[in-house]
């Protein structure tokens, strides 16, 4: 098994706000390999994006309580300088956002902004050969006539081609790391297709490490090696993606399955999870997905329940599956 490329360990972000402590992130662990993918899922607010965010260092805020480590190729970023952090952003590790339009600068035109990101970072390259990069990688994810649309402004493309400069942007500098955050989110099927397909290819070609982030396990399914799920901050499950399809080691794992469209019998009603998330101002005893679950006994509404190992492969934080009282089918 060859090092991991990104190794985090223990991660805890969280924040203080006039409604008190607010737990994004919990004690999350996970390793990231080259060439590999990982997905990680989860509801809204179940803290997908604040992990990958810290892993960027851009949550590092005076609210902020970050604690455990990031180990990028030896180094902890973390404990890294903002400046050393902007060197690594952008360059070796990249991030694709989860709302193109917010993230791309409505006063500058697209290919400006790609010039910008690669010149940064290679100070030597002329604007010439800049701009020349800039429509290569327009080109790259299928952006038609790139010779033109280089000089578009983002309101000038629309919802797939936006999404699609923002991959471009972030593949600029040949990251070794490549976060994901909800890139097909509201795309049709055949954008949604076109960008996976770039994903993998960037995978096959060039080794790079993959991060996930969705809440659509079809997707996850599609492209990732491995997939954690996240609920109220915490990892509660974690596997191989053939495993958790096939045996889901946790309830939440299984509510999310069949919360999937696509497994709906036609004309059937819509499964939902009962209930909401908990406010991550004020955390539960026990399991945080007990008031929600159907398998819930008095045990998970009291006791800390912590990931636990069910073979070499699979770990869950569902204490009736840890002791196989229950099968999650």
């Known amino acids: 098994m060859p090092e991991p490329l990104l190794s985090v360990r223990d991660l805890t972000v969280h924040f203080e706000t006039e409604d008190g402590i607010v737990k994004a992130v919990d004690g999350v662990s996970y390793d990231v390999y080259p060439g590999k993918a990982l997905g990680i899922v989860g509801e809204s607010g179940s803290g997908k994006s604040v992990s990958s965010l810290t892993v960027m260092g851009l949550t590092r805020a005076k609210n902020a309580r970050i604690s455990g480590e990031v180990i990028f190729e030896g180094r902890d970023l973390l404990t890294a300088s903002d400046s050393d ?14 709302d193109p339009l917010s993230s791309l600068h409505p006063y500058y035109k697209v290919g400006w902004q790609l010039v910008e990101a690669i010149r940064v970072h290679n100070p030597d390259t002329s ?9 290569e990688l327009l080109d790259m994810v299928d952006i038609p006539e790139p010779q033109e649309r280089v000089d578009a402004y ?7 081609m936006r999404q699609r400069a923002m991959i471009a942007m972030a593949l600029a500098n040949d990251p070794k790391l490549l976060i994901a955050d909800e890139p097909t989110t509201a795309l049709d099927v055949t954008v949604q297709a076109q960008i996976l397909d770039l994903i993998e290819l960037e995978q096959r070609q060039r080794g790079v490490a993959v991060i996930l982030i ?9 492209v990732c090696d491995r997939v954690m799920v996240m609920y109220a901050g915490r990892v509660v ?11 889901p080691g946790h309830p939440y794992t299984r509510a999310l399955e069949l919360s999937r469209p696509a497994l709906q019998v036609k004309g059937a009603e819509l499964y ?7 406010d991550p101002s004020r955390p539960l005893p026990g399991c945080p997905f007990a008031p929600r679950c159907e398998f819930a006994i008095e045990t998970c ?11 070499d492969a699979q770990a ?3 204490v009736r599956v840890q002791r196989q009282e229950i099968r999650i089918t």
């Open 127 to 135: 604007k010439q050969a800049a701009r020349q990069r800039a429509i």
């Open 237 to 247: 499950e974690t596997a191989p993606a053939e495993v958790l399809f096939r045996s």
């Open 301 to 311: 509404t009291t006791d800390a329940i912590d990931l636990a190992s069910l073979d």
């Open 272 to 278: 939902t999870i009962p209930g909401v998330p908990p």
């Open 154 to 160: 983002p309101h000038e493309f629309s919802g797939g």
């Open 316 to 318: 869950s934080a569902c």
């Open 85 to 98: 952090l902007r060197s690594i952003r952008g360059n070796e590790i990249a991030m694709i956002f989860q």
């Open 214 to 222: 969705s809440h659509d396990l079809g997707v996850v399914a599609e």
